[in-house]
């Protein structure tokens, strides 16, 4: 089992930022890749960034330029420093944690933390 403990969500005023952490603990797989989600009531989760344990970035289209996603592996942690917030970025943000062993993938999701943008 991994373990994954969110921190740094809030209420932030329109144009300014936030930086999520999320540390992963128990079962760590060599090969990862660490994520953020976001979802708001009635919509799916949607993908905002991912990274893997190589420190490839992935990030879904509508953040790229306001946010960066970096990974502390000595800490099994992942960053998402996210600026000029938007109203519309407001949703509960989730860490995913996927780890590969052999064929196999296993995903952990966070228990999520709230962001809210006011405008």
């Known amino acids: 089992q991994v373990q994954l403990v969110e921190s740094g969500g809030g209420l932030v005023e329109a144009g300014g930022s936030l930086r999520l952490s999320c540390a992963a603990s128990g079962r760590i797989f060599s090969i990862n890749a660490m994520g953020w989600y976001r979802q708001v009531p009635g919509k799916q989760r949607e993908l905002v960034a991912n990274?893997?344990?190589?420190?490839?970035?992935n990030y879904a289209d509508s953040m790229k330029g306001r946010f960066t996603i970096s990974r502390d592996n000595a800490k099994n942690t992942v960053y998402l420093q996210m600026n000029s917030l938007k109203p519309e970025d407001t949703a509960v943000y989730y860490c995913?944690?996927?780890?590969?062993?052999?064929?196999?993938?296993?995903?952990?999701w966070g228990q999520g933390t709230q962001v809210t943008v006011s405008s």
């Open positions: 990274i893997n344990s190589g420190g490839n970035t």
């Open positions: 995913k944690y996927r780890g590969w062993d052999r064929a196999a993938a296993y995903d952990y």
